[in-house]
């Protein structure tokens, strides 16, 4: 059993305490896919007798402002998992039974990064359903492509809470660092639009998530993915390793 | 008989004389161990190291001859821990937590349900909602309900009320008879003194003193109180060779130490004297403990 590197009871538990906040932001972000279909239908011409927008534009919009959904969800689901265990002293329960810290962390490490993989799936399901019920034409390639900016930049992001939840002790270090850092790269992202503050954009996560790029097909966003992925797989990474390590306040 | 507990020259060192420093101690399969000392003195600290939730800067602990840090869950499954802070999860009733642990230990519920039964514990309202002796409660049955052979237990007995004190001192003896282990942590004495069978001191994360309780209880040197029925008697007799604790003239009473080997020539010459009365003055862990803390203090 020791050598085992997931254990059921953790993921169970992990779906059981979170699957409600799932399931409201995903219902928000389908609803808004559905809502963007429905506008597109209207297909409102500009004076070329073309729409302004496609379908593929007005959901490439709507998810990056969205996006702030999968960050509270990441907020709160990464600090749930880790952090407020360790400083509400419940570990403690499950560390004396025989389940290992290996399997603890490993395995809400893949709930974390599962749940929100399936909040993407989910989105784009509802986006192509809505797409095809309308009769809105959809370029499947690009669109599955904006789908994998939008989990990776979700990885990232929740990499950066995985990474508080477990270097820190205190659910308010933790919580500073994970719901700050995001919010600092909104805000950095809003003010880059302001030609003074341009430089910005280099310290903001957003950029490496850039829809108008992949619909675009400009290529610079397959190193933007890559760039994404990393930084969320070394965050995690970090985060086990000093879940392992560190002394637990039990 | 073997050593199921074994900390050796543990050290972590959390500055400001916080933590533990060298401390070694050993504890033997059956025995109910006993481990005092004031808050801050470095008790969760040494519990820390033996569930593996710490690594020793120096030293180490050992589980059954297991390393704690290296084999934490390996040792975890001899050991039934009850921590000194209890908190729960949250929107969970007492029965459904008790029924998660036991799921995770994959154990069935039957002894769970005789601890219940023993606490007179309804498990059943929601956590959130349990008093802290409740709580206490679900804790213990917890720790217990796998049949551990070795219980850690910090702090054990804080909130529960005196009938449950005295329930849980009947489950360690209990415990005991089964063969297992009992390290428990507490700064109460009378607790310590009823259940345990050999007591360590420890303050400022260093063992000061250790002590087995038979040796309290049939200590050799005992010591009377004597009230005259008139102060000359008093200063006459406190002339007499014997160790005096205390002489208080204006009282007409003394406070004499007697060897056992000295008791009959002591009653005959007490016997000599018009007495108020004459009491054994009970050597407690208390007095024991007060004794070192006090020299500890001049020493300082």
């Given at each position: 059993m020791h050598n085992k590197i997931l254990s059921k009871h953790i993921l169970r538990q992990s779906a059981k305490g979170n699957w409600k906040l799932w399931t409201i932001l995903t219902g928000i972000l389908c609803f808004f896919m559905v809502v963007m279909a429905v506008f597109a239908a209207r297909?409102?011409?500009n004076h070329n007798g073309?729409?302004?927008?496609?379908l593929l534009d007005l959901y490439g919009q709507m998810l990056s402002n969205m996006n702030i959904m999968l960050i509270i969800f990441a907020v709160v689901v990464g600090n749930k998992l880790v952090v407020n265990e360790i400083d509400r002293g419940t570990m403690s329960f499950t560390l004396n039974?025989?389940?290992?810290r290996k399997q603890i962390i490993f395995s809400k490490a893949l709930f974390y990064a599962g749940a929100i993989l399936a909040m993407v799936v989910m989105v784009g399901l509802f986006g192509l359903i809505s797409g095809a019920a309308t009769g809105k034409e959809l370029p499947f390639g690009r669109f599955v492509a904006m789908l994998l900016g939008l989990f990776l930049y979700a990885f990232a992001i929740s990499g950066i809470t995985f990474f508080a939840s477990c270097w820190f002790n205190k659910s308010g270090y933790s919580m500073i660092i994970s719901a700050g850092v995001p919010v600092a790269f909104t805000v950095f992202d809003m003010l880059s639009n302001i030609k003074e503050f341009k430089f910005l954009r280099n310290l903001?996560?957003?950029?490496?998530?850039n829809t108008g790029k992949i619909i675009a097909l400009d290529n610079i966003f397959w190193a933007q993915f890559v760039a994404m992925f990393v930084i969320g797989a070394t965050l995690y990474t970090i985060g086990i390793i000093k879940f392992l390590k560190k002394d637990l306040p039990l | 008989m073997e050593n199921v507990i074994c900390v050796k020259n543990l050290t972590k060192d959390y500055g400001q004389t916080r933590g533990v420093f060298d401390v070694s101690l050993e504890v033997k399969k059956g025995e109910v161990f006993g481990f005092l000392g004031p808050n801050g003195a470095g008790k969760t600290t040494a519990i820390r190291h033996l569930l593996g939730f710490s690594r020793p800067q120096s030293g180490g602990a050992e589980i059954k001859g297991l390393d704690c840090w290296k084999y934490p869950a390996m040792a975890q499954r001899h050991i039934g821990y009850i921590s000194g802070e209890i908190n729960y999860p949250q929107n969970m009733t007492g029965w459904q937590f008790i029924k998660e642990i036991a799921k995770m230990r994959g154990i069935d519920l039957k002894r769970a349900e005789e601890l219940c039964d023993y606490f007179q514990?309804?498990?059943?309202?929601e956590l959130k909602r349990m008093s802290k002796g409740m709580k206490q409660k679900i804790a213990l049955v917890i720790a217990f309900m796998h049949e551990p052979e070795i219980l850690i237990l910090d702090?054990?007995?804080?909130?529960?009320d005196p009938l449950m004190q005295a329930k849980f001192c009947d489950l360690i003896a209990a415990e005991k008879a089964k063969g297992n282990t009992i390290f428990m942590s507490s700064h109460m004495f009378e607790e310590v003194e009823k259940t345990c069978d050999r007591v360590a001191i420890i303050k400022q994360g260093k063992i000061i003193a250790s002590v087995i309780m038979k040796d309290i209880e049939h200590r050799k040197d005992k010591e009377f109180e004597i009230r005259f029925k008139s102060k000359s008697d008093a200063q006459s007799f406190a002339k007499l060779n014997y160790e005096f604790t205390e002489k208080n003239f204006e009282k007409s009473r003394v406070k004499v130490l007697v060897n056992d080997g000295q008791i009959n020539e002591f009653l005959t010459a007490v016997a000599k004297y018009k007495l108020e009365y004459i009491s054994e003055i009970k050597f407690t862990l208390e007095k024991y403990f007060m004794g070192f803390y006090k020299q500890e203090v001049q020493d300082a």
């Amino acid at each position: 059993m020791h050598n085992k590197i997931l254990s059921k009871h953790i993921l169970r538990q992990s779906a059981k305490g979170n699957w409600k906040l799932w399931t409201i932001l995903t219902g928000i972000l389908c609803f808004f896919m559905v809502v963007m279909a429905v506008f597109a239908a209207r297909d409102v011409p500009n004076h070329n007798g073309r729409p302004v927008m496609t379908l593929l534009d007005l959901y490439g919009q709507m998810l990056s402002n969205m996006n702030i959904m999968l960050i509270i969800f990441a907020v709160v689901v990464g600090n749930k998992l880790v952090v407020n265990e360790i400083d509400r002293g419940t570990m403690s329960f499950t560390l004396n039974t025989p389940t290992t810290r290996k399997q603890i962390i490993f395995s809400k490490a893949l709930f974390y990064a599962g749940a929100i993989l399936a909040m993407v799936v989910m989105v784009g399901l509802f986006g192509l359903i809505s797409g095809a019920a309308t009769g809105k034409e959809l370029p499947f390639g690009r669109f599955v492509a904006m789908l994998l900016g939008l989990f990776l930049y979700a990885f990232a992001i929740s990499g950066i809470t995985f990474f508080a939840s477990c270097w820190f002790n205190k659910s308010g270090y933790s919580m500073i660092i994970s719901a700050g850092v995001p919010v600092a790269f909104t805000v950095f992202d809003m003010l880059s639009n302001i030609k003074e503050f341009k430089f910005l954009r280099n310290l903001s996560l957003n950029t490496l998530f850039n829809t108008g790029k992949i619909i675009a097909l400009d290529n610079i966003f397959w190193a933007q993915f890559v760039a994404m992925f990393v930084i969320g797989a070394t965050l995690y990474t970090i985060g086990i390793i000093k879940f392992l390590k560190k002394d637990l306040p039990l | 008989m073997e050593n199921v507990i074994c900390v050796k020259n543990l050290t972590k060192d959390y500055g400001q004389t916080r933590g533990v420093f060298d401390v070694s101690l050993e504890v033997k399969k059956g025995e109910v161990f006993g481990f005092l000392g004031p808050n801050g003195a470095g008790k969760t600290t040494a519990i820390r190291h033996l569930l593996g939730f710490s690594r020793p800067q120096s030293g180490g602990a050992e589980i059954k001859g297991l390393d704690c840090w290296k084999y934490p869950a390996m040792a975890q499954r001899h050991i039934g821990y009850i921590s000194g802070e209890i908190n729960y999860p949250q929107n969970m009733t007492g029965w459904q937590f008790i029924k998660e642990i036991a799921k995770m230990r994959g154990i069935d519920l039957k002894r769970a349900e005789e601890l219940c039964d023993y606490f007179q514990l309804k498990a059943n309202g929601e956590l959130k909602r349990m008093s802290k002796g409740m709580k206490q409660k679900i804790a213990l049955v917890i720790a217990f309900m796998h049949e551990p052979e070795i219980l850690i237990l910090d702090e054990p007995t804080s909130g529960l009320d005196p009938l449950m004190q005295a329930k849980f001192c009947d489950l360690i003896a209990a415990e005991k008879a089964k063969g297992n282990t009992i390290f428990m942590s507490s700064h109460m004495f009378e607790e310590v003194e009823k259940t345990c069978d050999r007591v360590a001191i420890i303050k400022q994360g260093k063992i000061i003193a250790s002590v087995i309780m038979k040796d309290i209880e049939h200590r050799k040197d005992k010591e009377f109180e004597i009230r005259f029925k008139s102060k000359s008697d008093a200063q006459s007799f406190a002339k007499l060779n014997y160790e005096f604790t205390e002489k208080n003239f204006e009282k007409s009473r003394v406070k004499v130490l007697v060897n056992d080997g000295q008791i009959n020539e002591f009653l005959t010459a007490v016997a000599k004297y018009k007495l108020e009365y004459i009491s054994e003055i009970k050597f407690t862990l208390e007095k024991y403990f007060m004794g070192f803390y006090k020299q500890e203090v001049q020493d300082a």
